[in-house]
């Protein structure tokens, strides 16, 4: 029998083929192109919002507003979306010692521990391993409630190892068990120098998540929780699974998934319209006065660039690319002039049109880790271990005994 990852990758890589070049590409990197009529419709149904309704819309993917065609779209977005979500059954930090060992971490943080305490607290773990666990947030809070375990937090960067064992010089000293720290860097293929049973990954960026995975895959652990995050960095480790689509991931797919879900206020929104506005209407002054196609990097670290006039933000960037400079006339009459107006506003309501893909890219890139461990005959599965509001990337793939 199939399972209910193996099941909902497939409905997801159905529903989501047929958009495949609006979230496989940067809508910018493809000007002129025109789009499907549907897509430019919808993007058009966008543009008539104000920015509390677009922020609505970025959070909830519906809106009464919307035609009945776009929110059948976005309908079947949400039920593609919606899986098992992890419920807490009792709040950790209410234990006056933990609360004070695990002082000074965010409230994200102390979510994230306070679900995976809770999520492991049926199960005897034991030889934990935490791979880039950093400070050691994790492995102290669950040396606290695993004191029969020993815990060892591996990280590459010395510094946060250093930390880590000040906090438990300072904090858990007289605990029974408490984390030990290495240095350690994960790789491919990577060898540890003893056997394992429960392996923890929170939160390792790009590849790493993969070569934990794959160490899993060939140990005899019997304890797994991974969460996966910046899907950007990844390289070239998303499975291919024998029966499903051949799907590359660009580079921008990838970013896709990594900013799916970002909270938007509509305070923040107006403010990501005016930088937007600003980018994509330089970008095609860049392509129709100078003739240059690929999209530069446009970062500023000037603040307050984006509320002075555009002639002022445009020339600083010519002068950052080592262009000719423009009068400011010109670059005032080439952002005011209609045809320009609306294509770069055009430009930026597909954008948000796109990033109603970004979960269910994420969703993909993380089943298909998930079923390729199955089909290694792993227990594992999905799970929506933390609440997306409080931290976004909280897609695990957790198997215990
Ligand atoms: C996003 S942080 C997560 C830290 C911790 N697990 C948490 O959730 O608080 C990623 C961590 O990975 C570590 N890291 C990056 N590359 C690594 C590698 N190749 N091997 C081991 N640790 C690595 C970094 O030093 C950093 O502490």
Redesign the pocket.
């Known amino acids: 029998m199939k399972s209910d990852e193996y099941q909902r990758l497939k409905d997801i890589e159905d529903f989501i083929e047929p958009f495949h070049d609006l979230w496989q590409y940067e809508i910018l990197n493809e000007h002129p192109r025109l789009y499907n009529p549907h897509w430019e419709a919808w993007a058009c149904e966008l543009s008539r919002f104000d920015p509390s309704e677009l922020s609505f819309y970025l959070q909830n993917y519906q809106s009464p507003k919307l035609s009945s065609e776009f929110n059948n779209y976005l309908k079947d977005i949400r039920e593609l979306q919606d899986w098992n979500k992890f419920k807490i059954s009792q709040d950790i930090f209410k234990n006056a010692e933990l609360h004070h060992a695990c002082r000074k971490t965010t409230p994200k943080?102390r979510h994230?521990i306070n679900c995976i305490v809770n999520y492991f607290s049926n199960t005897k773990l034991d030889q934990i391993v935490?791979?880039?666990?950093?400070?050691g947030?994790?492995s102290q809070a669950l040396s606290f409630y695993h004191a029969h375990s020993p815990i060892l937090c591996?990280?590459?960067?010395e510094n946060?190892l250093n930390l880590g064992k000040k906090r438990v010089e300072n904090y858990c000293s007289d605990w029974k068990s408490p984390p030990q720290f290495e240095n350690?860097?994960?790789?491919k293929d990577m060898e540890l120098n003893k056997e394992y049973k429960t392996l923890l990954?929170?939160?390792?960026?790009g590849d790493?998540t993969q070569y934990i995975l794959d160490y899993f895959k060939n140990s005899r652990a019997q304890n797994l929780l991974s969460v996966g995050?910046?899907y950007h960095k990844i390289t070239d480790s998303i499975p291919q699974i024998p029966g499903f689509k051949n799907f590359q991931y660009s580079l921008y797919a990838k970013t896709l998934a990594t900013r799916s879900h970002a909270p938007s206020t509509p305070k923040d929104l107006a403010i990501r319209f005016q930088v937007k506005k600003y980018r994509y209407s330089f970008e095609l002054l860049l392509r129709s006065e100078f003739g240059i196609t690929e999209t530069s990097t446009l970062k500023s670290s000037l603040k307050n660039i984006y509320k002075n006039n555009f002639a002022n933000y445009a020339r600083h960037q010519l002068e950052r690319l080592h262009l000719p400079s423009l009068s400011s006339t010109t670059l005032e009459n080439f952002y005011q002039s209609p045809l320009i107006k609306k294509e770069s506003n055009r430009l930026i309501y597909l954008g948000f049109l796109r990033q109603s893909l970004g979960r269910l890219i994420e969703m993909s890139i993380v089943l298909r880790r998930c079923v390729d461990l199955q089909n290694t005959n792993k227990e594992v599965s999905m799970l929506e271990i933390f609440d997306r509001d409080i931290s976004q990337r909280n897609l695990a793939i957790v198997g215990a005994k």
Not at 130 to 135: H, K, S, Y
Not at 184 to 187: N, Q, T, V, Y
Request: one cysteine or more.
């Open positions: 943080k994230e935490d791979f880039a666990g950093g400070v947030h994790l591996l990280d590459c960067d946060l350690f860097s994960i790789k990954g929170l939160h390792c960026c790493l995050c910046c």
